[in-house]
């Protein structure tokens, strides 16, 4: 479980501070106590993917034989406002010739079936990895364009350009009535383990406890699991000592969610967006020996303005405006290269991808 540990309070950064962590702009008034090493070497890059026409999300970077940059990513027509990703999602593929752009949309490589299928109403939360020689798109599907039908999928291909064989059935489902995660499945996080095994992480929540907030700022308590096969495509078994990523006991229902995994230095690396363990406008890093039992979080990234990037105001339909989301790193040689988040704003003020360089 999370190592604990008490909050510091009331305390604003010093210039020395300021200039450690590497920001510029407006701060949101932590303690330099408070910041990972990793938030110390971001640099923003801008934003990318605007597409007027859609909202985009979930902007998931991999590095091609090609030697391009593509990306997967969540869109969903404008007109359905922020809130059609729950029901009306799709995930399209675009490529450029390095991280900044520009990209290229090339193709929608998995979109809503229709009814009776598992993912009908919704294809989203895409996250792209090279495994045992093949390209696995990771994602969440829905049936009824609602949380409660949430699962997470795995299409795979032999080529970062298809064909996408698309599963039938999803990769993993809730738990039974009653348990921590018996409302969905969604938000998947996947490393390959250096015993050979498949780890999956996955986000969820009770559904008596997502009822009973209803009128909360943030309903339910999101937490994530693991599960574990001895073969990609399964079968996944749950861990017993899930969840493994559980904020509860700190109160104030604090919890987080879009959980991006990878090792490095022979530790598990975790990237989060923050719901409100610190804030709602910040992202989490988290690590761990065995990637079971995680650290305390510190704070992985911050919003937009505070990297000193100028916006226009925030419309009043866009009520996350500026916080940087979903946030996956492509990598080279195991190594951060670049962090790409998705944020609302952008052309169109709908939603688009913002990168930033790791340094």
């Known amino acids: 479980m999370l190592a604990r540990r008490t909050f510091l309070t009331g305390l604003l950064l010093t210039p020395l501070t300021r200039a450690l962590a590497g920001f510029t702009g407006r701060l949101i008034d932590y303690p330099k106590a408070d910041f990972s090493k990793f938030s110390k070497h971001l640099r923003?890059?801008?934003?990318?993917?605007?597409?007027?026409?859609?909202?985009?999300?979930?902007?998931?970077?991999?590095?091609?034989?090609?030697?391009l940059v593509h990306v997967f990513f969540s869109r969903w027509d404008?007109?359905?406002?922020?809130?059609?990703?729950?029901?009306?999602?799709?995930?399209?593929?675009?490529?450029?010739k390095k991280p900044e752009g520009p990209y290229q949309v090339l193709e929608t490589?998995?979109?809503?079936?229709?009814?009776?299928?598992?993912?009908?109403?919704?294809?989203?939360?895409?996250?792209?990895?090279?495994v045992d020689g093949k390209y696995c798109l990771f994602f969440m599907g829905n049936s009824n364009g609602k949380t409660d039908t949430k699962r997470i999928g795995l299409a795979t291909a032999p080529s970062l350009n298809g064909p996408w064989t698309r599963p039938d059935q999803p990769l993993l489902l809730p738990g039974p009535a009653g348990a921590w995660d018996d409302h969905c499945t969604t938000n998947p996080a996947f490393i390959k383990h250096p015993n050979g095994q498949y780890w999956?992480?996955?986000?969820?929540?009770?559904?008596?406890?997502?009822?009973?907030?209803?009128?909360?700022?943030?309903?339910?308590?999101?937490?994530?699991?693991?599960?574990?096969?001895?073969?990609?495509?399964?079968?996944?078994?749950?861990?017993?000592?899930?969840?493994?990523?559980?904020?509860?006991?700190?109160?104030?229902?604090?919890?987080?969610?879009?959980?991006?995994?990878?090792?490095?230095?022979?530790?598990?690396?975790?990237?989060?967006?923050?719901?409100?363990?610190?804030?709602?406008?910040?992202?989490?890093y988290l690590e761990s020996e065995d990637g079971k039992a995680w650290t305390f979080p510190k704070i992985a990234f911050l919003p937009i303005r505070d990297y000193g990037v100028a916006e226009p105001p925030a419309p009043p339909k866009l009520k996350r405006y500026g916080r940087l989301e979903r946030p996956q790193l492509l990598l080279r040689d195991g190594k951060p290269e670049y962090l790409f988040c998705a944020s609302q704003g952008g052309q169109g003020m709908t939603a688009s991808s913002f990168i930033l360089k790791v340094e």
């Open 44 to 67: 923003p890059v801008g934003r990318a993917l605007e597409l007027p026409e859609y909202y985009v999300w979930c902007n998931s970077p991999i590095y091609g034989p090609d030697g």
């Open 78 to 96: 404008a007109k359905k406002g922020m809130g059609g990703w729950l029901n009306g999602s799709e995930i399209a593929h675009a490529v450029a």
């Open 109 to 130: 490589v998995l979109a809503p079936r229709g009814p009776g299928h598992w993912d009908a109403t919704t294809c989203h939360n895409p996250s792209i990895q090279f």
């Open 200 to 284: 999956l992480y996955y986000k969820s929540w009770n559904t008596q406890e997502y009822e009973a907030a209803k009128g909360q700022e943030i309903r339910g308590n999101r937490k994530y699991g693991l599960a574990i096969a001895d073969k990609l495509e399964g079968p996944y078994v749950k861990f017993k000592g899930n969840p493994v990523i559980d904020f509860s006991r700190q109160g104030n229902n604090k919890q987080f969610e879009d959980a991006f995994v990878w090792r490095q230095h022979g530790k598990f690396r975790m990237l989060a967006r923050d719901m409100g363990v610190y804030s709602q406008e910040v992202g989490l």
